[in-house]
């Protein structure tokens, strides 16, 4: 069992920034990957970024260069810095994780409120 707690949401302007957390508890495997996602209202819940557990990222391309995923190995933390926000960024966001080794289900975060509006 894994448990996902995230902090960090809020309401900012346009072009302004955000830094959400995710603190990561439970059994963690060797291998795994998280991520965060989004969904706003009335679309389908989509990934945002991803992390394995070696270090590799990817983004979705409405983000790309201006969100930046990471993470605090000694905290098991993971985070996710939102710069240069825009109105369609708004949406309820996700911390995702998932053991790959050994194998287990899709663990999910209780969701943070990002509204991007002036």
């Known amino acids: 069992q894994v448990q996902l707690v995230e902090s960090g949401g809020g309401l900012v302007q346009p072009g302004g920034s955000l830094r959400l957390s995710c603190a990561v508890s439970g059994s963690i495997g060797s291998i795994y990957v998280m991520g965060w996602y989004r969904q706003a209202p009335g679309k389908q819940r989509e990934m945002v970024a991803g992390m394995g557990s070696l270090g590799r990222t990817s983004y979705a391309e409405a983000v790309k260069g201006r969100f930046t995923i990471s993470r605090d190995n000694a905290k098991i933390t993971v985070y996710l810095q939102m710069n240069s926000l825009k109105p369609e960024d708004t949406a309820v966001y996700y911390c995702?994780?998932?053991?790959?080794?050994?194998?287990?289900?899709?663990?999910w975060g209780q969701g943070t409120q990002v509204t991007v509006s002036s």
């Open positions: 995702n994780f998932k053991n790959l080794v050994p194998p287990g289900g899709e663990n």
